[in-house]
């Protein structure tokens, strides 16, 4: 009876340690900053590196973390969009 007892107990305990751990760790989870930008044109060999010069704004400081390029065809016309992610905090 006493062992029936102390599972019960353990089971309960590990239950209620197991999932406070699990919100701390979704709590934490914040998403990076995402900005897109489409243009006319393709993205080139090194798209990545156009993507990031284009989202460069003289007045900010802004860097990103990654950019990736992607070619779009929109009505028979070649585009492209720009991706690119900062790192936390995101300035507007």
């Known amino acids: ?53 284009e989202m460069k704004s003289p007045q900010t400081s802004q860097t990103f973390a990654r950019c990736d390029c992607q070619n779009i065809k929109i009505s028979r016309q070649d585009d492209y969009g720009c991706t690119c992610f900062t790192k936390l905090p995101c300035n507007n």
């Open 1 to 53: 009876m006493r062992l029936a007892i102390l599972l019960i107990v353990f089971g309960v305990f590990m239950f209620l340690v197991l999932n406070h751990v699990k919100v701390e760790v979704d709590a934490q989870y914040i998403p990076p900053c995402r900005y897109f930008k489409g243009k006319t044109g393709r993205c080139g060999p090194d798209g990545s590196k156009k993507c990031e010069n």
